[in-house]
């Protein structure tokens, strides 16, 4: 659950980032996705909590993989980010029963159907697509330093 607050931290820290460059046309599009990754932070907050853990705190900034110059490279990023976001609640899918799973596939559904949005196409198994293509790369926005 720490891995998903994590991701969480990150997506709104990009959504940010995809806010401020988005083309007007697309901006209530990053405005629901920045809220529905709070959102979804701060159930994660709550979640760990609820578990006796202390949530992880998230980063002053975060190093985004490429510069986001324009709308279409802040399209990229959302495109990238929701991949992410679905592939620790892939992770948490499989390692979760009963009611948290159920949160967990319903979080990954929802980052699968924003990516595909922002990408203009789906993939077949969202949250594991882009990990075979991808093995070894940094994720899209991490802790900076």
Do not use: K, N
């Not at 990754?37 to 949530?55: C, I, N, S, Y």
């Not at 992880?56 to 802040?74: G, I």
């Amino acid at each position: 659950m720490q891995a998903a607050l994590g991701a969480e931290h990150a997506a709104v820290y990009g959504f940010g980032v995809v806010g401020g460059r988005i083309g007007e046309a697309r901006r209530a599009e990053a405005r629901t996705a920045y809220d529905a990754h709070r959102a979804r932070r701060d159930e994660l907050q709550r979640a760990v909590r609820d578990l006796g853990g202390e949530p992880e705190p998230s980063a002053a900034a975060y190093a985004l993989p490429f510069a986001v110059p324009d709308s279409a490279a802040a399209a990229r990023l959302a495109a990238q980010l929701e991949e992410r976001v679905a592939g620790v609640y892939s992770d948490l899918v499989r390692a979760s029963t009963g009611a948290r799973r159920g949160r967990a596939a319903e979080a990954l559904r929802e980052a699968a159907v924003r990516a595909a949005r922002w990408r203009g196409g789906s993939v077949a198994f969202p949250g594991l697509a882009e990990r075979a293509a991808g093995a070894g790369t940094s994720a899209p926005a991490t802790p900076g330093a």
